[in-house]
């Protein structure tokens, strides 16, 4: 039987840097588009793939793979198509920003197989929009949405963040409110982080962030507003209506394969951690020596992969199967760490139902606390 | 070598003053080295090269021509700072002469002058050096006046070099000769004053001798005087750069002999040799041992380290016979050891030798000086760990040390001082004018008040003018409780502490906030108590912790947070468990840090 494999390719150009972002993203140049395209391209006619894998999502992340131009974008998926055994139900996500959805690129969206549209929405308050360093408005989203939902698909997830500057549980309420009128059938939630090196964490002193205090409770407060409008937390920070939960990140969640392909991309394939050069000229030479862009690769033990299924697959609302954990590591969950797990159930930070262990609610938001005791 | 050629002498110096800087200077005098070959040769720790002082004496043997003559230099280098200054008289007692060498740009310091003391008593010969005569700030007339009011001598022999330079250093290199007396013999006994006893793995114990009377060779059936023990000499030798062998060492000679002595404490220092066959009947004088006079329990940080950690103390002990040890138990920190020191810069030295040369890493908790405790019953105990303390319904009083002080400081400080001594419970015994630019200052301190940051209080408020000396005086009755920590209501026993009952509240106020800072948030919050018995005297809270999540975790994420929960968790490890609550190493120090001006 083939086995299951999320596909992600990464395009790491944007128009401008938000100020709290830290991933690698350059500015748009249309020759370096082109060349990295093309070496992307490389990238996947030598990745080493036989038909013992079926594509089960394919994921096109940034950077703001909403800038990608139509005949690179074709001839990119093409060459998928043509490589890989493509489940006939796949889930095909493109990460778009407000700013760069048009009539034109939504149809060209759909001509290419795309069904899922995550954005970045943020807020719908300008001044945070504005604070985030964001280029569009609130009702900029709202347009885009739109025609998305017109002319691409009407699979939307909106990515909303909360712990931001002079933001209050009033605005962040009302930016709840406005994403869920626009009907995504998906949301994702973010506590802003300041990373290093960001133009927020670097001008830290000047802004007024939300103590921890607050982000929590507008943490909890989103979890309960999403519920009444039926969308189910199914992660620490997604929630999703009913069967459209993001396929590609559950199946990661849940310890499957990946393969990440382009600069900054990260894999987990044949029981190895793979990140790829992080900086397209590092990786375009390495394409070029070697036809992939692999710039460190670890194979992991299987004590390191059951810890790692711990760690995400708590994250799932659902827990984690016990007898089913039982199956493929031959070990009892609650036996190897019995006393971790009986200090948490008897404090009520984990539970367990249907021979599943999970988080309670109150474990969520301080579930560092807890997996770093299953390291 | 006839004995009116040796020359034996010491270099009395307050820390930084350069003492091994101009030892470094005879040494490519004499050519024993070649000059840049090395820096600070004399300092063979790795400890000592970086942190630039000298902790452990270490004798050079030196050759030089004068006026046709071939002459022998033995020159031991002494540390300069406090802690260590039973070295110091180790040396005074095996010379005949000392440069007293002090820095022009700083004057004479507190310390100086005790261990000028002890070589006058000693009869040595004392050569005045000013150091540091190239730097601007030199201020060289007026350490020339300081110096010639301290001994009262003629200013013409005061020596003025700049060891760093170079500059005037051959001169003084043949005052030694001229000046200080060739060693003499007063019996026909042998007699020879171990002034060091070293543990090598391969040879065991290297005795370092200064030989008063007689000779010593190979084959010679040796005795120590205070045990009687007999031994067969091995081998002997003088120390070049390296160990020499050498046939014998006879009278005036200094020189190490091995002997089959397999521990340090049977060829103890300060103790005489003699030969069997002809025993001598009076010992050298010898020197006092020093006593520890700082405790702290030292345990290992990881609890499977324990028979590492009791084995490296052993070895330790090998070499610094000044460290004592014995074991200890600890509800909150397990099984480890009480250890005693000479001072806070020893027990520092040797935290960071246990780390650096045996790999071990350590908690331990705050120092402590030893009290004497009068019970009712009559009894008398010595406390040296203050969870130890007796139920004070037993107790009928309480003694502490006290030591007696020399602060010397420029008369405008007076004030700042007396304050200072006042806020430390200092007595003040006499107050003498030295010259208009310096006083001296005599007070009697308990050692508790000047243990910690006592002397950066001193500095400080002195704008650094101030400088200080001290040593053991007797205990005396105080007014003293112990305070213990309780954390989410449960007792730490490893961070009792003692004090003067004015002070209780200000230390326990103190330590709550403190221990607020160092111990980490956990998901309940966490009470913390200082208590004098049951009542609770001061209190602080850490918070609950109300996030700890990672929202963002695809596929690129996962090592970065796989590692970040690692840090968590080795975070952990370097923890003591209590009540729930982990407690880090840097917390059973919270004392150290506490404010107590
Ligand atoms: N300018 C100047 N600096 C000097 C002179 N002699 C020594 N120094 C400097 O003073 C500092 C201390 O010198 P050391 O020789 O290490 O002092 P020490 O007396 O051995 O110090 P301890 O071993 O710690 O007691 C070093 O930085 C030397 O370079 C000198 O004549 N002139
Ligand atoms: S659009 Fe996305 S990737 Fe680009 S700078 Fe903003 S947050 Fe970063
Ligand atoms: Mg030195």
Known sequence: MQKKLALYLHFPFCTKKCNYCNFYSIPYDADLVHKYCSGLRQEIINFPYKNDYKVITIYLGGGSPSLIPFHELVSTINLIREKFYLDKEIEFTLEANPIHVSESKAENWRITGVNRISMGAQSFNDGELSKLGRLHSSTEIGIAANKIKEICCNNISLDLMYGIPGQTMKSWLNSLQKAIKLSPKHISSYCLKLEKETFLAENKAKYNFPDEELERKMYYKMISELQKKDYEQYEISNFGKKSYYSRHNTHIWEGGEYVGLGAAAHSFYKMQRIRNKSDIKSYLNKLKETNNGIDKKRKISTQEFMVDKIMLGLRLNKGISLPKFHAEFGIDLLDKFGEQINKFLKNNYLTIEDERLKFTSKALFISNSILSEFI | ?597
């Not at chain 2, 000013?130 to 006046?145: F, H, M, P």
Request: hydrophobic fraction near 35%; include cysteine.
């Open chain 2, 1 to 597: 070598m006839n004995k009116d050629n040796i020359r034996n002498f010491c270099i009395i110096a307050h820390i930084d003053h350069g003492k091994s800087t101009l030892a470094d200077r005879f040494l490519e005098l004499t050519h024993t080295i070649e000059k840049g070959e090395m820096e600070q040769i004399l300092d063979d720790m790795d400890l000592e090269r970086e942190r630039g002082i000298t902790i452990k004496a270490h004798p050079i043997r030196m050759e030089y021509e004068y006026q046709d003559r071939e002459y022998i230099l033995n020159l031991i280098d002494t540390p300069g700072h406090v802690d260590f200054s039973y070295e110091v008289s180790r040396s005074i007692a095996s010379c005949e002469g000392a440069l007293l060498l002090i820095d022009a740009s700083q004057g004479i310091e507190a310390q100086t002058m005790s261990n000028l003391y002890i070589a006058m008593e000693h009869n040595l010969e004392i050569i005045p050096v000013i150091n540091k005569i190239d730097l601007k700030a030199a201020e060289v007339e007026r350490t020339r006046s300081e110096i010639i009011e301290l001994m009262g001598i003629p200013s013409a022999e005061i020596y003025e070099i700049s060891a760093k330079m170079g500059t005037n250093i051959e001169g003084l290199l043949q005052a030694i000769i001229k000046d200080i007396s060739p060693p003499i013999s007063v019996q026909e006994q042998t007699r020879a004053l171990i002034f060091d006893s070293i543990y090598n793995q391969y040879r065991g114990v290297i005795i370092h001798v200064r030989i008063f009377d007689g000779e010593l060779k190979r084959g010679d059936k040796i005795q120590f005087c205070s045990t009687g023990k007999n031994f067969e000499i091995e081998d002997t030798g003088h120390f070049g750069i390296e160990m020499q062998p050498c046939e014998k060492l006879s009278t005036g000679d200094v020189g190490y002999i091995i002997a089959g002595v397999k521990e340090v404490r049977q060829a103890k220092v300060g103790d005489t040799v003699t030969l069997a066959k002809n025993p001598t009947k009076t010992p050298l004088p010898g020197f006092k041992n020093p006593k520890p006079m700082v405790y702290s329990g030292i345990y290992p940080l990881d609890k499977d380290d324990y028979n590492n950690l009791r084995d490296a103390l052993a070895k330790f002990q090998l070499n610094d016979t000044s460290l004592i040890y014995e074991p200890e138990t600890s509800a909150v920190l397990g099984f480890g050891f009480r250890c005693g020191f000479l001072g806070m810069l020893h027990l520092e030295i040797f935290k960071e030798r246990l780390e650096r040369e045996y790999g071990l890493a350590i908690i331990s908790t705050a120092p402590s000086v030893e009290f004497k405790v009068h019970l009712n019953n009559g009894k008398e105990k010595l406390i040296d760990n203050p969870s130890q303390l007796p139920d004070p319904g037993e107790i009928e009083h309480i003694e502490e040390p006290i030591m007696d002080c020399e602060i010397l400081v420029p008369p405008d400080y007076i004030g700042n001082i007396m304050q200072l001594a006042h806020d430390r419970r200092g007595i003040q015994k006499n107050l003498e004018t030295i010259d208009e630019y310096r006083v001296s200052i005599h007070y009697e301190f308990p050692l508790l008040e000047i243990l910690y940051d006592f002397y950066d209080k001193l500095k400080s408020v002195s704008r650094g003018y101030a400088s200080f000396d001290y040593s053991f005086h007797g205990y005396r009755a105080s007014k003293l409780k112990k305070i213990d920590i309780l954390v989410n209501k449960e007792k730490v026993d490893a961070m009792s502490f003692i004090v003067h009952e004015d002070k209780a509240y200000t230390w326990a106020k103190s330590i709550t906030e403190k221990l607020k800072e160092i111990i980490p948030r956990h998901l309940f919050s966490v009470p913390i108590q200082a208590a004098d018995g049951k009542r609770v005297i001061a209190r602080s809270t850490i918070k609950a912790l109300r996030k700890n999540v990672t929202a963002k975790c695809y596929g690129g994420d996962i090592t970065r947070k796989r590692k970040l929960l690692e840090r968590q968790k080795r975070g952990k490890k370097r923890m003591r468990e209590t009540g729930e609550v982990n407690i880090p190493q840097e917390a059973f120090l919270a004392v150290l840090k506490v404010d107590r001006s």
